[in-house]
């Protein structure tokens, strides 16, 4: 994992000083922004403007004509395979596969904390793509002895092991983490809960050649530090990661991954919550183990 371009990291291929954050474990950027300036309610940024009341009535219109169309399309039954294959069928653009049963169980194996034994097809490769890139933003990737266990769980062996020192180059230096608010063993300062976590909204399939295959994932990114009076508080961004995989031993693993910034939602008019009840969401609710 590198620097990026927002956050004043370590680039572990060059050296050279950014502004971003890599949230999956490689040499490539994936950016959390943070809020500009300290203002607001002090966690969350600035609050936007309040809409007018007649933008409110368009937006919860728009919002109850969503949900409604969202329903009607999941009342179709389950005779049509085509609809729920991802094919043409139903109306379903070509290639857009929706993310539902499939009839395989999930995996049952781990490698450490990290899910492993998917299937050798395209299911398990898009659930081992979703799953490692949980596990490579996750905030484990700041703890040396976790985050060799990550990076081997997760990469090829000769890229886990082609890049393990630059990981730890990256994470153990003084700049990088002061620079993102923790301590300079990695720890979060007193009064502080240190937060990084990626949640898959989706995959898709970009390419698969049976041993290989190149999975895209949009994920949204909690990063920051909870806490009154954090300089670096909790914020979210949106990426879509491409990873190359190979079958390798049993089970796909990473060779090399892309990053882009978005899909990004428009934010709704929400109240950032205050610093502890973030703290506490996290500590509070579990990740996924991810399959289809």
Sequence with gaps: MSAGDDHGYSDSGTGRTDDGYSTLGG????????????????????RRPARSSRSLVMVVGVVVLLIAA????????????????????????????PTAATGTKPVTGKNGSIPSGFAHDEQGAQSAAANYSVALGSADMFE???????????????????????LDKVYSGEAFLTSIGLNADGTAPNGMTFISRSNPA??????FGGNTASVAVWYSALFGLAGEGSKNPVSESWFTNTFELAWINGDWKVTDFTQKDGPVPVGRDQAASPAQEMADAVEQFGGFTYAR
């Design 27 to 46: 040499t490539r950027q994936t950016r959390t922004r943070f809020p500009d300036g300290e203002g607001g309610d002090g966690y969350g940024g600035s």
């Design 202 to 207: 989706g995959t898709k399939v970009v390419k």
């Design 144 to 166: 040396a002895n976790a985050r060799r266990q990550i990076v081997n769980a997760v990469y090829a062996p000769d890229v886990a092991a082609a890049r393990q020192g630059d």
């Design 70 to 97: 969202i329903a009607f399309a999941n009342m179709g039954g389950g005779g049509n395979d085509g609809a729920s294959s991802g094919g043409n069928g139903g109306g379903n653009k070509a290639g857009a596969a």
